[in-house]
């Protein structure tokens, strides 16, 4: 089934989710609860879902879900797939893992991703191995997002929106024992296997999380290979002394490695070793105004390697014919310090944090080579920042929302040469900025008015206002600079960003409906040009200014107690105000629809993904990892779950996904290599074709 690209596709489906606004699986609460929920120390898995098909927000702006519940199409194996189950979502596809996600067409460091409150951006300058590359969904309790500049608590920039992946603790008043399982076969090979265990009494806990995740190259619904293979492996420990139920002190380590074949790039990654390691404070129960406090610092390293020789043989009439490989590492360190005052009438929030980050590398040709070349600091950036935020009550139905930011954010070009082709070749030449420092004073914050009328309808209305420091991947990864520059590095300025937010939301006896729109203005937003050089492909990169706007809305509707019907839709839209020209890497417009029954006992589901095509392009134009290489054609694609609850601790899950196995393709999409049989015009790769998965969930 082809969805074709017309405006009327268009306008209709907007129409029809307008109207079915009117009457999304939701579970809407105010500030006070939801503040409350996000920080429960006795969160668990809940199990009332046995498949999640579709997610919806529990506050303004505010989504909230469990990573260990099934979820379709097929469990994902990072943290991109887990996002997309979120409606605004989208990721720029590598092939079978380590998808770069995208938030209403906002890319990069426009999102701040992370996990346990610490940053790990990846080091690779064309973004292999992202934030979203290191993380095992499974193994956190929570994931908690914030769409939009409406929050300062997180760190700077986070223009489009905030990604946090959480684990729970708590306080164990007697000796206990906690444990999560999981099993994973599907097709392709896929496998997966976690394990969750916790130790806990009164004087603390220990807790390890463990995970293991392999798939072989998929076939697209037309029978042809992609290669997509990839295999993975984490372990986190926490060790947690509670000397009474209002103090904690944490001690984390995490280690992990992996490889992945990518389709579409020149190399694999062979390597994707990383080490976490942290220490919190939380203390609770302070006084009668000043109630909480808490302290953090990590250390966060990300060692990758890249090459063409791993995972493939090298083609010797491509551009990379000799077997290479680049080895790239980034250090990242930082910590946090926050206080909570409540009264009777407000809450606020308020403290520090602060970040430096240290980005290296050393590659070399042959096989292996490139361990016996010294490593080069080639750039390191640094951070602080104070925040401020605060929740006003007036009565129980309105609520005034906000924050106030300030960072001092800076970077050094290490680099003695520049080489073209994103660093993994070209001529060398000398680099102008080498050993030059910048520093910028970045600004933001927000103002949201929120308003419940009743007990069922809620609505709100914000501003916000983020300033972003252009990050490695801008700075360092493009070839030429703005007009009139000598690099990036001096030419870029930084990204400011003004938002309106607002929306509305229902929770009635039989349904449920939430919508919620935007609509920004983008000065000197960072947009990467590709044209072709005398060498191969040359990257551009310049501040334009823009707009975007767009809006998600969802609805859910309960007929019967063992029945739910629902949908939701995503539309995101981005002009450039200077040229007309439509942003780049904009999704296209997205609606999913779903029926769950459940008896308590059996559940069975479906999905149904309708996605339009996309003409609004600039070819040529996109951001560091991804660009426009022409109009896409629409899709759908259907998928089918069923569970069985075996005991209250124990479910049974299996499903299929694109069942009449469609030959489609998404839109935020990068060309097939050469290497894998792609021909040297560009063009996207193909999805998964029919996929089977079977998943054993136990819980004790």
Known sequence: MSIPSCPAIRSSCLFAAIAAALSSP????????????????????????????????????????SPRLPRQPVPASDGADYLKTIPGFSAVR????????????????????????????????????NAMSYIAPETYDALVVTKGPQTVLWGPGASAGTVRFE????????????AAASLLGGSWGRNDQVLDATFGAPLGYARISANRSESGD???????????????????????????????????IGVGDGQARYATRGMDGSRFERGNYSLRFEKAGIGDRLQEFEASVFHNVADHVMDNYSLRDPNPDGPMPMPMASNVERATSGGRAAATWRGAEFELVA???????????????????????????????????????????????????????????????????LAGGHGHGGHAMPNPTAGRSRDETLAA????????????????????????????????????????????????????TTQLDVGLQYRGARFDAWVSAYAGRVDDFIQFHYVDGMGGPM????????????????????????????GSLAYARGKDRDSGRPLPQMPP???????????????????????????????????????????????????????????????????????????YSEHLNLAGNADFGYPADPVRINEPGRTFWLKLNYLY
């Open 539 to 566: 990257s551009m990169v310049g501040n334009i200014d823009a707009r975007t706007a767009g809006a998600e809305l969802g609805v859910e509707y309960r007929p019967k107690d063992d029945w739910t019907l629902g």
């Open 218 to 252: 998929y076939d697209d619904g037309r029978g042809e290979r992609v290669g997509s293979a990839w295999k993975k492996w984490n372990a986190d420990f926490a060790l947690g002394w509670t000397p009474d139920e209002d103090t904690l002190l944490e001690l984390g």
């Open 589 to 663: 417009l997205e609606g999913r629809f779903t029926a769950n029954w459940d008896n308590g006992t059996w559940s069975a589901g479906a999905l149904l993904r309708v996605v339009d095509g996309q003409d609004r392009v600039a070819e040529g134009r996109g951001n560091v990892v991804g660009r426009d290489i022409g109009p896409s054609a629409g899709f759908a694609t259907l998928a089918l779950s069923a569970g069985y609850r075996i005991n209250d601790g124990l479910q049974l899950t299996a499903g299929v996904d694109n069942v009449f196995d469609r030959a």
């Open 167 to 178: 684990r729970d603790r708590e306080y164990y008043a007697e000796p206990a024992w906690k």
């Open 26 to 65: 939701l579970a809407f609460a105010n500030d006070a609860s939801t503040a409350d929920a996000a920080t429960d120390p006795t969160r668990t898995v809940d199990f009332e879902a046995l498949v999640v098909t579709a997610a919806a927000p529990v506050s303004a702006l505010t989504w909230e879900t």
């Open 445 to 496: 914050g927000f103002l949201r008015y929120e308003r419940d009328v009743g007990r069922r309808l809620s609505w709100y209305a914000g501003v916000g206002h983020s300033e972003r420091m252009p990050d490695y991947w801008e700075l360092f990864s493009a070839d030429m600079g703005p007009a009139g520059a000598v690099n990036a590095f001096s030419g870029l300025d930084t990204e400011k």
């Open 351 to 417: 403290g520090i944090d602060a970040q430096d980050s240290r980005h290296r590398r050393r590659s070399a040709m042959g096989r292996g080579a490139y361990r016996a070349v010294p490593w080069t600091v080639d750039a390191r950036f640094d951070n602080l920042g104070g925040f401020a935020e605060g929740t006003w009550f007036q009565g129980d139905e309105t609520r005034w929302i906000g924050g106030v930011r300030i960072d001092r954010a800076g970077a050094e070009d290490g680099r003695q040469v």
């Open 94 to 129: 590598n092939g079978g893992s380590n998808g770069d996600p995208v938030l209403r067409g906002m890319f990069g460091s426009r999102l701040n991703l992370l996990t346990n409150d610490g940053a790990m951006p990846g080091a690779c300058p064309s973004r292999m191995d």
